[in-house]
């Protein structure tokens, strides 16, 4: 594996309880069994790649962890404790936040209005209590600066900013509401190459304040790139864990895609995949 | 890229000029639209039309419109139809003419009463409409004829066959409560202006305006709320992040559900509201009260700004939209005109907000 100077990595800190610890965690669709036992966890200011191609369950699987889902089957551990989320809203005010593929921004909106959906600061009391814009403002501007994005204004629309620039604000609105795990649905599927690096750097800049990163992804080098360890998913099921240095590019990507059939596809393909 | 990086302007922004920054306010077009449709009717209508009792001639139409228009604006920009407003306004105004003529029930009792029962078939509609996941505007539609249907019915059993209930003004005429729902506010203020010569009088001294109609000041005070609320209160931005994107808003912990009922049940309200206005006012109600309503409603907050796909809108911009609307259709008749024009005029209104929107949404988006 190459030398990797860009980012900085937190010591894989093996002695720290894990954050969210899953334990085989099942779960059917009627007669679909989409996740067959998968066991999972998350240690404070680590970075956790949940690797896997389409299908695999990657998502359904980070679903049950942010409460969307209820597993069949399983225990859920969160800071020791058996714990269950009845909703998204349980596992976000536990600390567990989500940033999924779409988002959840809205274009027509501004990106305060966005920073601050469905958690508005106020002031004022009972009738007269209302949103304190002019604080949301300057939060949201002091916040996306910290992330390195210079918006033109707080009344900016989502819809101007770029892809990598809204994986930001997504991401640094968890950050700002005390996320402990910030699960990112692959973040840097859609985006460009410089893109794609300074949501790298977002994320190991999330994980030096000590916030458990899960980096979903199918994207073996971007995993490579911040990874603390590597769990890969295949059909339902885990098939194992690996920490940083353990494990070769070429191995990740095997073990993703199943094994042999990929082994002879890439040499037909000169390894370029 | 440090934890304190400084505040650099990107060199690839331009700096916005004022003009470009007033294109994004959603309520622009309806502002502009008020003031070429006065410049209209200034050239063209007969001078009394924008005297004191010519402006309250055309914002009476445009305030009962305008309260349905503001529940319908909050509605849309929350993502949802409700074809049945016009409807609801009929079957309301039955409910309410049974309460005091029928049961002869005091104002203070029968108007919540009316409010309560507005609410529960708005929150009947909306359930419908978030449960089965179906687009409101089917969902609606079935209510514009369940409701005008049921209206029909109800009248002819409170009455014993006729469309239409009479004698309210008889037995709410001494109520405490009646002023605040009919007639005109302010009836000193304009009488004393008169004696002292500010405003027109008759010949008998009784100004020709005796006061504000009491429509006029529920649509300005409602006009005034809903900005509040969309602008100022969390619940604004749950509205928008509602229309704006549903699942997106539900993931961040907007109650989409819950917001959305409650503007079905705000905008049956709105119904309510106008129905005991006018109810109380006529004297009497009938089966055709708020015919086709819910199409000026939504056309004037659409020329108010509100995007069709919900997310964008304003209710100052329903509330000039409601404007237009009043001195369109009272306007015509200051003029040489046929009054049938208005029909023209308020379609092809609808049709330049609706491409103005879209312009201005791409703009606002930053789509290219």
Redesign the interface.
Known sequence: MSDDTKFHHGDTANDLAPIVQMKDIEKHFGNIIALAGVSFDVKPGECHCLLGDNGAGKSTFIKTMSGVHKPTKGEIYFEGKPLHFDT??DA?EAGIA?V?Q????????SVT?NF?????P?KGKSLF???D?EQANDVCMEEM????I?L?GPDQ?V??LSGGERQTVAIARAVYFGAKILILDEPTSALGVRQTSNVL?TIDRVRNQGIGVVFISHNVRHALAVGDRFTVLNRGKTLGTATRGEITPEELQDLMAGGQEMAQLEGSLGGTV | ?S???P????ER?KS?PFLTKLMKRPELGAMAGVVLVFIFFAITADSSMFTLAGVMNFMTPAAQLGILAIGAALLMIGGEFDLSIGSMVAFSGLFFGVCVVTWQLPLIVAIPMTFVFAAMVGGINGNIVIRSGLPSFIVTLAFLFILRGLSLVGLKMATGGSTQLRGVRDVVENDWLAPFFSGEAFGGLFAWMAEVGIIDTFKNGAPKVPGIPVEILWFIVMALAAT?VL????A???I??SG??K????????PVNRVKVSLFMLTACCAALVAIITVMDAGSTDARRGFQKEFEAIIAAVIGGC?LTG??GSAIGAFFGSIIFGMVVIGLTYTDFDQDWFQVFLGGMLLIAVLFNNAI?KR????R
Not at chain 2, 231 to 234: A, H, W
Not at chain 2, 364 to 367: C, D, I, K
């Open positions: 998204p809203r976000m989500t999924f779409d988002l959840a921004m809205i274009p027509l909106m209005r601050f959906m469905g958690r508005e106020t209590k209302r949103f814009v600066r910290k992330m390195g210079n033109r629309a819809g101007t750097a | 890229m934890e304190s990086a505040v650099t302007a990107d922004v916005e509040y602008l100022r209160t969390p604004g931005n749950w928008f992040a704006g994107d699942t997106a808003a539900s993931n961040s912990g907007v995007l997310g964008y949404r606002v988006t930053g789509e």
